[in-house]
């Protein structure tokens, strides 16, 4: 029973593969099969007409009836072949462009994930072991076609072998035939057939082992494409090449190129070709060579005692050592079946990562006059996996319309506090309130509508300026260059020969423009404005940026952001003095509240230390 489930659970693997790729790609297994059809069927089209052409030379010799043969022959063999060709080159057409459509999975996947599950590191291990899988040998989801194809191919070849051999063992040799007589003997010819399937399974099962072979090294191909793939390209990376020079990297690159030898002769898969992969490939080689010699003298002997004429031995020789070979690799595909499942199960393991967030179903409601309040009560919370508290005991209420600026040192909780105020983590602890409703109960997107955020590590796309601002390729062109214009960007935008349609960076077009850390800033800063929420959100997106500048973002911003509730974190305190209050964050725990000058006046409390701390480097001696 565990033998069967195993089966079945390296079938259901692969058809569920078929139907993950047949999402992104409708037409590709239809044309497949077809192309496996045309494939298979073509070698048994030209066996067929041989041997009828053979057949009338050594026979009659009938001119009419040759040339009837020798025409139909042609077109049938030329037909075929030229559909076959067609579908050939579709099918490949259609496999280049899988390779890449294949990511839609994976991508779709990234998106609907909780960003909870996003941020964990296992995940992006997960992500990263299918891929190097994928480079190193074509393991994983993109084996299935091969698979698939395989399959087809080699049942039709089985079935059209039959059809063409099975007069084979039926047409009998005359009684004059001598001792050849025991050739018709029903025991002799069933032996003879069992024997050339047994031999054939056989074959395939030696196939089948030198396949599974290529899993035994699995852990050290993962290991040395990911070593490739970081240290082979690194010389391409500009961000690193000042560095390489400077302190001779170059060198520690080497090592490892001189010394990883996975793929090479000598690594674990030239040995295995060497020993137990090659003995047992060439077993199957073996195998399969003594069974087509005796389909040969069984054809030949039943021919010599005038079973049948030349013209069918061309027949029966051609489609017999087919279908052998069809059967051979059918059964030699077991192995890669079974082999493939393994690394299958780590894709579907990726593809089937649950969302533990609890989705709500209330919609939020949509106030003209933006009052929402959102009050943490009581809200601790630790990533997973980890025993420390990020924040612990936190309890704020933001009034509407109002500026908050939260400050602290590294690590005291002010990015995981935005975090959960933009529900990308639910709280192991308290609650987070809007309007006196915990968050959790409304609906996931509808609660995100709510913010616009500038993170600190913020992304912008290679795509055209426009597009960056409005996350969309048809937008509101007006809007966004208010937005543009509103953050600072302006005067830049107009040395844009092509405005909002001029590409971002270079990545994929020549005319892409690169921009600066503040002028990067301020496009993030427009694409905040321009999705206009009730809330909007600047976590130390200024931080590459001297004092100056970025108090004159915050101070315009402040003007710009007119009724909506803004939020600044920022490490440089005389940034958020003109917010209404300031939360103070010291290790997962909020200290301090208060105005500027009431937390300033309290020379014991944590802002004071700050504020002295930073204020030292901006005082003329």
Not at 184 to 202: E, G, T
Not at 311 to 319: E, K, W
Not at 553 to 562: L, P
Request: charged share 20%.
């Amino acid at each position: 029973m565990r033998g069967k489930g195993k089966a079945y659970h390296a079938v259901s693997v692969h058809l569920r593969g078929v139907r993950e790729l047949h999402q992104v790609s409708p037409l590709f297994f239809t044309v497949l099969t077809l192309c496996c059809v045309f494939r298979a069927v073509t070698p048994y089209v030209t066996v067929f007409f041989s041997a009828r052409i053979l057949r009338e030379l050594a026979t009659l010799r009938r001119a009419d009836i040759l040339w009837k043969w020798v025409i139909a022959g042609v077109l049938c063999v030329g037909f075929v072949s030229a559909l076959g060709a067609v579908f050939q080159r579709r099918y490949q057409t259609l496999l280049r462009d899988l390779w890449g459509r294949k990511e839609i999975l994976f991508i779709r996947k990234m998106f609907s994930l909780d960003f909870s599950e996003l941020d964990k590191q296992e995940n992006h291990d997960l992500r990263a072991q299918i891929r190097q899988n994928e480079n190193w040998s074509g393991w994983g989801l993109m084996r299935v076609q091969n698979v698939y194809g395989d399959f087809v191919g080699g049942m039709i070849g089985i079935l059209s072998g039959i059809a063409l051999t099975a007069s084979l063992f039926t047409s009998p040799v005359p009684d004059t035939a001598g001792g050849l007589v025991i050739l018709n003997h029903p025991v002799f010819i069933l032996i003879l057939a069992a024997l050339m399937v047994a031999v054939s399974i056989l074959a395939g099962k030696f196939s089948a082992v030198s396949t599974k072979c290529w899993s035994s090294g699995a852990k050290e191909a993962t290991l040395g494409n990911r070593l490739f793939g970081h240290f082979g390209y690194i010389g391409m990376d500009k961000e690193r090449g000042a560095d390489i020079r400077m302190y001779e990297q170059q060198k520690l690159v080497s090592a490892y190129w001189e010394k990883s030898s996975v793929f090479g002769a000598n690594g674990p898969f030239g040995k295995s070709a060497r020993g137990k992969m090659g003995i047992y490939a060439s077993l199957g080689v073996c195998v399969t060579t003594l069974i087509t010699g005796s389909i040969y003298v069984f054809t030949c002997l039943k021919a010599w005692g005038g079973a049948f004429d030349v013209g069918s031995i061309t027949q029966y020789v051609g489609a017999a050592t087919a279908m052998v070979s069809n059967i051979f690799a059918l059964v030699g595909l077991m192995g890669t079946l079974e082999t493939n499942t393994g690394y299958l199960d780590k894709t579907f393991e990726f593809l089937d990562i649950p969302n533990a967030m609890y989705q709500g179903s209330l919609t939020t409601e949509k106030r003209f006059d933006r009052r929402y309040e959102i009050e943490f009560r009581d809200v601790s919370f630790r990533y997973p996996g980890s025993e420390f508290w990020a924040l612990r005991h936190v309890n704020l209420k933001f009034r509407v319309g109002s500026r908050l600026a939260i400050v602290g040192e590294n690590g005291s909780g002010k990015t995981t506090f935005i975090k959960l105020l933009c529900r990308l983590y639910d709280p192991q602890e308290g609650q987070i309130l809007l309007n006196g409703i915990d968050i959790r109960k409304y609906r996931y997107d509808d609660y995100m509508n709510l913010f616009s955020v500038v993170f600190q590590d913020f992304q912008l796309i290679a795509q055209p300026l426009g597009a960056n601002v409005a996350g969309s390729m048809e937008y509101d062109r007006d809007r966004a260059y208010r937005a543009l214009a509103d953050a600072g960007f302006g005067d830049r935008l107009s040395t844009m020969d092509r405005g909002l349609d001029t590409m971002l960076y270079k990545n994929l077009s020549e005319d892409g423009v690169d921009v600066s850390g503040g002028e990067a800033q301020k496009i993030a800063i427009a694409r905040a404005l321009y999705k206009d929420a009730p809330f909007i959100i600047l976590d130390e997106p200024t931080a590459a940026l001297d004092p100056i500048a970025e108090a004159e973002i915050y101070s315009r911003f402040d003007e710009i952001a007119g009724d909506k509730t803004a939020i600044y974190i920022s490490h440089r305190l005389s940034s958020c003095k003109f917010c209404d209050e300031i939360a103070v964050f010291h290790e997962g725990r909020i200290v301090q509240k208060g105005s500027h000058d009431a937390l300033i006046a309290d020379e014991t409390g944590k802002y004071h230390e700050l504020w002295t701390a930073q204020a030292q480097y901006y005082t003329a001696e």
